[in-house]
């Protein structure tokens, strides 16, 4: 005897477009754009600091009446560069992430949300060229999502918590997604 089956398979349409891109082979090499900007920002940054002197950001911390400024500003430098190397190579990133958000977070909250959210104020373009006013939280914003979409998204391929998680027996008892696509359409 053959059985009816009530339920009919619908067929793809554009609707599907992002399930169909979040489940396919490329997805899982998302996450290194983010770590490959997020990591060379925070190194960029540090580096800055550092290539002042290492008595020039903790003048300007002391300048903001911020509590040990010498502390805190050789603890920013070391946060945004070692932080920032461990994001580029994908090593411990859960870990780096929290001194690298509370970085973020004083940054936006001390200097950065007086001047509101735009992190480009376009003010003259004069001879010597464009000339901004003070950044806004925005790039502190994006920088504290990319970090979130690290730690909960992974590190994704090439990273070094990859390969210590595929060297251990542990990862290969659990599966490597979070979630599973189904791409036959059932």
């Known amino acids: 005897m053959e059985s009816m089956s009530y339920v009919k398979e619908r067929p793809r349409t554009w609707r599907d477009l992002p399930d169909l891109i979040s489940c396919s082979a490329?997805?899982?090499?998302?996450?290194?754009?983010?770590?490959?900007?997020?990591?060379?920002?925070?190194?960029?940054?540090?580096?800055?600091?550092?290539?002042?002197?290492?008595?020039?950001?903790?003048?300007?911390?002391?300048?903001?009446?911020?509590?040990?400024?010498?502390?805190?500003?050789?603890?920013?430098?070391?946060?945004?560069i070692l932080g920032g190397l461990?994001?580029?190579?994908?090593?411990?990133?859960?870990?780096?992430?929290?001194?690298?958000a509370i970085v973020l977070l004083t940054a936006m909250f001390t200097v950065h949300l007086p001047y509101g959210f735009s992190s480009i104020k376009l003010q003259a373009i004069t001879a010597a060229g464009a000339q901004f006013g003070p950044p806004g939280y925005e790039t502190d914003l994006l920088y504290l999502?990319?970090?979130?979409?690290?730690?909960?998204?992974?590190?994704?391929p090439l990273s070094i918590d990859r390969l210590l998680a595929d060297r251990t027996s542990e990862a290969a008892s659990t599966?490597?997604?979070i979630a599973t696509c189904n791409v036959s359409g059932q």
């Open 26 to 80: 490329i997805a899982r090499w998302a996450p290194i754009p983010l770590r490959l900007i997020v990591g060379y920002g925070f190194v960029e940054h540090g580096f800055a600091k550092a290539a002042r002197g290492f008595d020039a950001f903790p003048a300007i911390l002391q300048a903001m009446g911020l509590p040990a400024p010498h502390l805190l500003g050789w603890l920013t430098i070391a946060v945004e």
């Open 86 to 100: 461990a994001v580029l190579l994908g090593a411990l990133v859960p870990l780096a992430s929290i001194p690298m």
């Open 145 to 156: 999502a990319c970090l979130a979409a690290l730690v909960l998204g992974g590190p994704g």
């Open 175 to 177: 599966p490597n997604s």
